[in-house]
């Protein structure tokens, strides 16, 4: 060897348990993306049944298919929840049904692209909520890719906008999904994603019968209109539901988030594949830009953040992170 050559060290090899929860996160990741794809598929679906069946009704009768064979499917995951993680599933699924009712109200009184846009700002709310309750700071780049998610629904879905009482209950529906999501993210520890998802679909399922019965239940009427209520049941819900319980165990509420707006990219994938739509350079370039905040946010440099629930597993402890309330 020459005098003088300098040999660096080589670098330590990364812990394992480090990159095997990196490897976990994109697969988590990857799992969003396609559940965020199926999401989408339902759009034009969902279209053609509500002509035909009342909203509130559709809920219902989807959601309680979910939940009848969620429950025997899922039976001995159920059995082996505590009673603390029945609570949080059902609060849990509260919150998400009651977003999925002030969504269905609030569309009847504005535009469907609009309420797509509205709803798509629990990209923006979640980083927020996830701030005030559970003090998670968002670094810089995360900010630049909601910025960008923001963005790129607005090309997707906007062609004006005024602020109404049907935008103020798609507004608050996003509220909510953004709590679902930051409350999902601390509560899901992966293990149980199985039990949790279930105890969701239950409680969505009770919210939405409850909120269609006073005008009675309506069944759908075609061979058509049935197969998109099984598949947006079972698919599009119960399989969907139980993929979000565990990516969420695996990554940030504000990484998951923006991930989740890739719905309604893949939303007019479908619509113009599907629904006999045109695709325009709006579409295109706002498709570009959730696509790019998405990937801003996976190439990020920086250590992999797991969620609370994780780490206290790691180290030994009980899963019980503190409740939105505590964190307050």
């Known amino acids: 060897m020459s005098e003088g050559l300098v040999v660096p060290e080589p670098e330590p090899p990364q812990p394992l348990e480090d990159h095997h929860a990196r490897r976990q996160a994109l697969l988590a990741s990857l799992l969003l993306v396609g559940v965020t794809a199926v999401w989408g598929s339902t759009f034009v679906m969902i279209k053609d049944v509500v002509r035909t069946l009342p909203v509130l009704d559709f809920l219902a009768v989807r959601f309680v298919i979910a939940a009848v064979v969620m429950v025997p499917v899922f039976w001995r995951p159920l059995r082996r929840m505590t009673r603390p993680q029945v609570r949080r599933g059902v609060q849990l699924g509260l919150v998400y049904g009651c977003a999925q009712i002030l969504q269905t109200y609030g569309l009847?009184?504005?535009?469907?692209?609009?309420?797509?846009?509205?709803?798509?700002?629990?990209?923006?709310?979640?980083?927020?909520?996830?701030?005030?309750?559970?003090?998670?700071?968002?670094?810089?780049?995360?900010?630049?890719?909601?910025?960008?998610?923001?963005?790129?629904?607005?090309?997707?879905?906007?062609?004006?906008?005024?602020?109404?009482?049907?935008?103020?209950?798609?507004?608050?529906?996003?509220?909510?999904?953004?709590?679902?999501?930051?409350?999902?993210?601390?509560?899901?520890?992966?293990?149980?994603?199985?039990?949790?998802?279930?105890?969701?679909?239950?409680?969505?399922?009770?919210?939405?019968?409850?909120?269609?019965?006073?005008?009675?239940?309506?069944?759908?009427?075609?061979?058509?209109?049935?197969?998109?209520?099984?598949?947006?049941?079972?698919?599009?819900?119960?399989?969907?539901?139980?993929?979000?319980?565990?990516?969420?165990?695996h990554l940030t509420a504000t990484r998951a988030a923006i991930i989740m707006t890739m719905e309604p990219v893949f939303a007019a994938v479908f619509a113009v594949a599907l629904g006999g739509e045109h695709l325009t350079a709006r579409m295109l370039a706002g498709g570009l830009l959730v696509l790019a905040a998405m990937y801003v946010v996976e190439l990020t440099p920086g250590r992999t953040i797991v969620p609370r629930a994780r780490r206290r597993r790691a180290r030994g402890t009980p899963a019980a992170p503190r409740t939105p309330d505590q964190a307050r």
Do not use: N
């Open 108 to 249: 009847a009184h504005t535009s469907a692209a609009v309420s797509g846009f509205v709803t798509g700002m629990y990209v923006v709310l979640t980083p927020v909520l996830a701030a005030l309750l559970l003090r998670q700071r968002a670094p810089a780049a995360t900010w630049v890719a909601v910025g960008m998610s923001t963005a790129g629904l607005a090309l997707l879905a906007l062609r004006g906008f005024a602020l109404g009482g049907g935008e103020m209950l798609v507004l608050a529906s996003a509220l909510l999904y953004a709590l679902h999501i930051v409350a999902l993210g601390a509560w899901s520890g992966g293990k149980d994603a199985l039990g949790l998802a279930t105890v969701q679909m239950v409680a969505i399922a009770a919210l939405c019968s409850a909120a269609a019965l006073p005008g009675g239940v309506s069944l759908p009427s075609s061979t058509s209109a049935w197969l998109a209520v099984v598949y947006t049941a079972i698919l599009a819900g119960a399989v969907a539901l139980v993929a979000q319980t565990w990516a969420q165990a």
